[in-house]
């Protein structure tokens, strides 16, 4: 499978059945990091690489286990449990792409509790905790709490909120033992549409209600996460159609700011959803899923005010709710297939210290597969999306307009070309948008994938990609700060000076050319190697341009900070991983992200923000897990990660060791014990950007949780 | 912490749980095409097959592996000098327009999902055992599909397909599988 295969799969063509045939699926600086970090990290690299050719050299498995597998009967088959490292990489080796998945196996051996936690392996994001309850996430740079260059789907619907182009990770939440995989796939144009995945996709895909055909009810609990609880059932409806329904609450403590007060941040959430696949005949497919929640999240808050002093600082709660539904119809042909999807999603924020918010989203795609003659594979789809949003701001923060409603419409084509009988692939394709800030908008991208021999593979691509404004950034006015008169800038003022960030009808969109490049090689079902790189050149970037001070009214003056286009730049780095499994008992998972960033203001640009290679974003890091089975069903798991410290905000450079052990007594009862940052580093990951939210400290934490499984069929 | 406390760590952790030199209760974990390759000897050696599938006493059981080849070299090694009912395997590696007739499995692998009606249609009434990995190969007329269920490697089988190739199927295989019936076929 293919480019195409795994662009259909970000566009969620998931078939109720679904499971072979997705596989596929298809930041600026400041100090440098000590030399002797940096070498010492290039050194790991290369003893990496070392590894990884002399492990590729070393020939198909052993013979022992071929032997062996002879002698076991078909009832010994059906035993057996399938954990090789080739589910990660073998469905994703025809993908020009640079692709990681987020396996099951992953999910429950690592020990993490949300999605963010589950994103901290992938090699190419950046993943940092604010608070209890907020994150910043990124993909090849540009992390930020509103970081916009980085989609996220959850089963073909996008959780991009059009509000800031980003993610609310306080407010989406799957179980986490439903989801079948999460692809994250880094770089632009791999995805077909969903507006502005510039530097990214994260496709979560849950399992089809015919695999989650039982009861599931689990209970969590530890010194942060206080209490989490779901619970699931699955059955079928007649013959053609399954179902399962579920509920999960939570609840996690606040923690500590760097001066030890609490800093309010709990979280707490309570949704629940349900999921339907249906085969309407032999060809036919309807998938119909949806999801309830409400969240309450908490953090303790600044924000500026017009009388003294200037600025108050409060225990704050933002409270989420909404829901979502969605539908999709596949139909397969003798040689092609279509897909339909609609869905409806609502999400309503509020915060009456901030921000009030009311979203809603339709949104209707198709797309049509077909092969034309022997070598080629046609891909192409259209779709509209319509939002309408009613907001209410406050003095700190305001959009206008207050009520708008926004039309997207998009389309795009490829051609996926076989070449030299199979051997090589080349896939041409565009997007085409049109949206009420820019107008149309052109993304073509040129994909090309080599099979250098049965198990290795080379691809590399090129992509135009673009990210269109955001609300926000067309109409957003936001008090950063407010000076007091006598206080610089304000040492001449008479009344308080109001410095505030507006957004612009004059603001454009981020342009991005990208070139792409990876190797991926299997051997033996045992050990998988993949290696991607690229080279991000961006123009038209985000900049804040001081603009005229005025009066506002006689009780204050603002200084205005306009959002225009003036900042540019090249970033590249290298993202490999290695998967091993030395031993059937023993498995080990490495990954290493290496991100260097060189954006920088345009020569007309007046922007006092200083030009910090690499910004908030590590310039190294890695992450290494080694996951053992124990007899009598133990299973034992320990993992490593380093980040390199974040140059703009004076993060420093962090390693947290985590691990978990996990026990199976009886075939439907799972035990397990987990610790994150046993060395009990107390650190801050990340501090937020235009919302002045504290920052808590991350220390040691530990969790246990016991999973029931129940009226199997 | 230093790196160098840090490495120390891992490795005593790494060094306390190594030995314990397990293996598994219930079998070891393996990957998922070993298995299935498990099961393929295990079909050829509970099938029987009408004797106009096999010209001479000693001719070959020929298994034709369609399309991408899944397996990687395993099927090939898993056979190797092994037999069933006293017939040696000879593995071959077809692609799509390549007479597929003389093989006695088929194995079709998922990259030729397009072309699946038009294989499963060239080979019909021939003593042809068709093996897939695709949802729907058996309502689609395949003979056997596998499928996973919580990580482990379930059957399917299409009894009409089965009885439409002369292939007869032990009832010890076909208590284990799922039986799918045939579907219509919708168009030709």
């Known amino acids: ?713 | 912490m230093s790196i160098r406390r840090l490495v120390a760590a891992c490795l005593i952790c790494a060094a306390l749980v190594i030995p314990a030199r397990a293996q598994s209760a219930d079998g070891s974990d393996n990957s998922e095409y070993l298995i299935k390759a498990g099961f393929t000897y295990n079909f050829a050696k509970l099938m029987d097959w009408p004797a106009s599938a096999f010209p001479q006493p000693n001719s070959p059981i020929v298994i034709g592996v369609l399309g991408t080849d899944p397996f990687g070299g395993t099927l090939d090694q898993v056979l190797k000098g092994k037999q069933a009912n006293g017939r040696d395997f000879e593995v071959k590696h077809l692609k799509w327009g390549m007479d597929m007739r003389d093989c006695d499995i088929l194995f079709i692998s998922s990259s030729e999902s397009a072309h699946v009606d038009e294989i499963l249609h060239s080979v019909h009434g021939l003593p042809v055992l068709t093996i897939g990995e695709m949802p729907g190969f058996a309502a689609r007329g395949g003979i056997i599909n596998f499928i996973l269920e919580d990580n482990k490697v379930r059957f399917e089988v299409n009894v009409d397909a089965a009885k439409q190739a002369n292939i007869n199927i032990s009832s010890r295989l076909l208590s284990l599988a799922k039986i799918v019936q045939q579907q219509p076929d919708g168009r030709r």
Not at chain 1, 92 to 107: N, W
Not at chain 1, 304 to 318: D, K, Q
Not at chain 1, 422 to 443: C, L, P, Q, Y
Not at chain 1, 459 to 479: D, N, Y
Request: some cysteine.
């Open chain 1, 1 to 713: 499978m293919t480019t195409t295969e795994l662009r259909r799969e970000i566009a969620a063509v998931m078939k109720p059945e679904g499971t072979r045939k997705q596989r596929r699926a298809c930041a600026a600086r400041g100090a440098r990091p000590s030399a002797g970090r940096f070498v010492r990290a290039r050194r790991a690299f290369a003893a990496a690489l070392i590894v990884m050719f002399v492990t590729a050299n070393a020939g198909a498995g052993t013979k022992q286990d071929v032997q062996d597998i002879t002698a076991m009967s078909v009832e010994d088959l059906m035993n057996m449990q399938v954990t090789s490292v080739s589910k990660r990489t073998q469905k994703v080796a025809d993908a020009a792409a640079a692709v990681f998945v987020i396996t099951q196996d992953d999910i429950q051996r690592s020990g993490a509790r949300s999605i963010p936690e589950l994103l901290r392996m992938v090699p190419g994001l950046e993943v940092a905790r604010i608070d209890e309850n907020k994150w910043a996430i990124g993909s090849r740079g540009f992390n930020g709490r509103f970081d916009d260059k980085l989609l996220v789907l959850i089963d073909g619907r996008s959780v991009y909120t059009p509000l800031f182009s980003g993610v609310y990770w306080d407010v989406e939440d799957v179980m986490l033992e439903d989801v079948a995989r999460i692809e994250v796939i880094r770089g632009p144009g791999a995805t077909l549409w969903g507006a502005n995945a510039v530097d990214g996709v994260i496709n979560i895909i849950t399992k089809s209600a015919k695999d989650t055909q039982s009861g599931l009810l689990k209970t969590e609990g530890g010194d942060e996460q206080l209490t989490a609880d779901s619970i699931r059932y699955g059955g079928k409806v007649g013959d053609a159609g399954y179902y399962r329904a579920y509920m999960k609450g939570f609840d996690w403590d606040s923690s500590t700011g760097l001066t030890g007060v609490d800093a309010a941040d709990g979280w707490h959430q309570i949704r629940g959803g349900f999921r339907s696949d249906w085969t309407l005949s032999r060809a036919d497919s309807l998938t119909v899923q949806g999801d309830m929640y409400h969240s309450r999240d908490g953090e303790t808050l600044t924000i500026p005010s017009l009388s003294v002093p200037y600025s108050a600082t409060f225990s704050n709660m933002g409270d989420y709710s909404g829901g979502n539904l969605l539908s999709r119809w596949n139909h397969n042909f003798a040689k092609s297939s279509i897909t339909l999807q609609t869905y409806f999603d609502r999400t309503n924020y509020a915060d009456n210290n901030l921000f009030v918010d009311h979203e809603s989203v339709y949104d209707i795609d198709f797309q049509h597969d077909f092969h034309l003659g022997p070598s080629n594979e046609i891909l192409w789809g259209a779709s509209y999306r319509s939002i309408q949003d009613r907001n209410d701001g406050t003095f700190t923060v305001s959009v206008v307009p207050n009520h708008a409603n926004y039309n997207q419409f998009s389309a795009f084509a490829q051609d996926e070309i076989s070449l030299f009988d199979n051997r090589a692939r080349v896939t041409i394709g565009s997007k085409f948008e049109h949206n009420d800030f820019t107008g149309f908008e052109v993304e073509p991208n040129v994909r090309f994938l080599t099979n250098v021999s049965k198990n290795q593979s080379v691809w590399a691509a090129v992509s135009r990609a673009v990210r269109t404004p955001a609300i926000t950034e067309e109409g957003l006015q936001l008090v950063d700060a407010v000076v007091p008169p006598g206080y610089p800038p304000n040492s001449a003022g008479s009344v308080p000076l109001i410095e505030a960030v507006y957004g612009s009808h004059q603001f454009k969109s981020e342009d991005l050319l990208a070139y792409e490049i990876g190797y991926r090689v299997q051997v033996a079902n045992t050990f998988s190697a993949d290696v991607a790189g690229f080279y991000n050149n961006y123009t038209n970037l985000r900049s804040a341009e001081p603009g005229a001070p005025f009066a506002d009214g006689t009780t204050a003056v603002v200084q205005p900070f306009y959002a225009e286009n003036k900042m540019s730049g090249g970033t590249y780095g290298v993202e490999p991983f290695v998967d091993w499994k030395p031993l059937p008992y023993w498995r080990l998972f490495a990954s290493y992200t290496y991100l260097e960033m060189n954006i920088h203001k345009n020569a007309d640009s007046i922007d006092p923000t200083p030009d910090i290679p690499n910004g908030s974003n590590p310039k190294n890091q890695w992450y290494f897990r080694s996951s053992f089975d124990l007899p009598h069903h133990i299973g034992q798991d320990l993992s490593v990660r380093y980040v390199d410290n974040l140059p703009s905000i004076g993060i420093p450079s962090y390693y947290s060791l985590d691990a978990g052990i996990h026990w199976n007594p009886v075939p439907n009862v799972i035990l397990a014990f987990n610790g994150q940052n046993w060395l009990d580093s107390r650190r801050l990951e990340f501090t937020p950007d235009f919302i002045n939210t504290v920052p808590t400290v991350v220390s040691r934490t530990m969790y246990g949780s016991i999973t029931v499984n129940f009226g199997k069929r």
